[in-house]
């Protein structure tokens, strides 16, 4: 069956550093893909999205190209700020009614200053 | 901007108790989902519904059940609480297929 798999954290980087977390992702068909985050003490909210090969998803410095060749949607970011600890969720979902969103298992990030 | 809301934030109850968890979208969305949250293993679906008074099971629907009577609330019932069900519960509305899954901010349930 569909599904993803993201590198297991934590994650722990000083501030300003580059950051990228794996994902990559099994699925019959051609999926949309996500990448969701979970501050502290509260529920996933959308970071950001691509619905097709090729596609680029960003927001809020974090960017994410959906590679059919290599089935990844590897998240990135140039520069971590204190404020972007938090956990990190890859997801997918395939073009069936009636379906839910499959996700990874998480990478928690933990930026010092 | 779409909401989704939990009855609770927090919660103990003790074993064999019922539970009920409840979830309300103010967006009209036509699909809900219930997971729970552990570490180590991420989100795991429960049930979903994609219409009033229709269900799926996830995942793990094993212990657990749900009730959709209207399309803007979604409910998780725990019929006889056990201890390993202390989890975070997170609820979830979605429109169409390929759209964004939109989620509440989670209850953190306790079974003793």
């Known amino acids: 069956g569909d599904s993803v798999t993201q590198m297991e954290g934590p994650v722990t980087l000083s501030e300003e550093a580059f950051l990228t977390i794996n994902c990559t992702y099994t699925?019959?068909?051609?999926?949309?893909l996500f990448w969701y985050v979970q501050y502290p003490g509260e529920g996933l909210q959308l970071l950001l999205k691509a619905t097709k090969a090729d596609d680029k998803g960003s927001n809020k410095g974090f960017e994410a190209t959906y590679r059919k060749e290599t089935t990844s949607f590897h998240l990135e970011k140039g520069s971590v700020q204190v404020s972007d600890s938090a956990v990190y969720f890859c997801a997918l979902i395939t073009n069936q009614a009636g379906t839910a969103l499959i996700f990874g298992k998480g990478t928690t990030l933990s930026v010092s200053s | 901007d779409v909401k989704v809301t939990q009855s609770s934030r927090y919660l103990v109850k003790r074993t064999g108790e019922k539970v009920f968890l409840e979830c309300v979208q103010d967006?009209?969305?036509?699909?809900m989902f219930w997971y729970r949250q552990d570490p180590g293993l991420g989100l795991r679906l429960i049930y979903f519904?994609?219409?009033?008074?229709?269900?799926e099971k996830g995942d793990i629907p094993e212990g657990y059940s749900v009730s959709r009577e209207k399309k803007e609330r979604f409910s998780l019932i725990l019929e006889s609480a056990s201890t390993n069900q202390t989890s975070m519960y997170l609820c979830?509305?979605?429109?169409?297929?390929?759209?964004?899954?939109?989620f509440g901010p989670g209850t953190r349930l306790t079974v003793t």
């Open positions: 699925a019959t068909g051609y999926p949309s």
């Open positions: 979830a509305s979605r429109s169409g297929t390929l759209y964004e899954q939109y």
């Open positions: 967006m009209d969305h036509e699909n």
């Open positions: 519904s994609y219409d009033v008074k229709m269900k």
